[in-house]
């Protein structure tokens, strides 16, 4: 009986839901998280009958066939990447992205790496960097003796200086935006990779056409729903108890044959 092995893919779907489910829920309060959402596909039929088959010698066809479904597989795990609610943290180097675009960030082995992370620290230097320690870049060095930084929604960066009433430019900071934003790679620590299927990025300044613009001292929030996570999570359990509930049953129709005399 195919039923138990058809179950099972049901069954073994579900849990893969429940999954991407917890680890949305979990990254609730992570800064700039996009949330994932599972896409099933029918896997592979058996054709019994096969449609459009000849029926007869004068030409008739079968009209529909008997074709049996053998389950689900998980096709894809995409992003979701909707704006995330905005949070005021009066954190000068704190940095949210109002529309498209990603921060980029130089990785250690000298890669580019993106993130809509915008909780950026110093480094001994006066570096912009990540809480990690990578570089931004373009690479921004803030004096030492600044006593207050300013950034506007295109990006430009202005100290003042405990020598000076005037502010001074210190850098230009820019955004990436890519044609297939679900293609990037995800590495951890709110970073995403470039792959062929994102396509390359275009860079620009903060505002300029296609490019969201910056708010200083607020940080963009996850985009994950908890009502709406606690649902889906709901309805995962349910279609994983009816599958359940099929293999359950499928044993007691082979036991019941199993007793025939």
Do not use: C, W
């Not at 449609?51 to 389950?71: E, H, R, Y």
């Not at 130089?106 to 570096?127: I, K, M, Q, V, W």
């Not at 001292?217 to 099929?246: F, H, P, T």
């Amino acid at each position: 009986m195919k039923a138990l092995q058809i179950a099972a893919t049901g069954m073994l779907a579900q849990q893969l839901n429940v999954e991407v489910i917890s680890q949305n829920i979990a990254n609730m309060r992570t800064t700039g998280y996009k949330r994932q959402r599972p896409e099933f596909q029918d896997l592979l039929y058996q054709d019994l009958r096969r449609v459009g088959a000849a029926s007869s010698d004068t030409g008739t066809v079968v009209p529909s066939g008997i074709q049996l479904g053998l389950g689900v597989k998980t096709g894809s795990i995409y992003r979701i990447h909707t704006q995330g609610s905005v949070l005021s943290t009066e954190k000068d180097l704190d940095l949210s992205i109002r529309g498209e675009g990603y921060f980029q960030v130089t990785l250690p082995n000298g890669n580019t790496s993106y993130t809509r992370a915008g909780a950026f620290e110093l480094d001994a230097t006066g570096a912009l960097v990540t809480l990690d320690g990578y570089k931004i870049d373009p690479a921004i060095t803030i004096p030492a003796n600044a006593r207050s930084v300013s950034i506007n929604s295109e990006g430009s960066i202005q100290v003042l200086t405990d020598d000076t009433s005037t502010p001074t430019d210190v850098g230009q900071l820019e955004l990436a935006i890519f044609v297939n934003k679900s293609g990037l790679e995800a590495i951890g620590d709110n970073l995403y990779l470039e792959t062929p299927a994102s396509g390359s990025p275009t860079t620009g300044t903060p505002g300029s056409t296609g490019i969201g613009s910056l708010l200083q001292g607020s940080l963009e929030q996850s985009n994950v729903n908890a009502v709406s996570e606690i649902s889906d999570l709901i309805a995962a359990q349910r279609a994983y108890e009816m599958n359940a509930k099929i293999i359950s049953a499928t044993d007691e129709m082979m036991q019941a044959t199993n007793n025939l005399r």
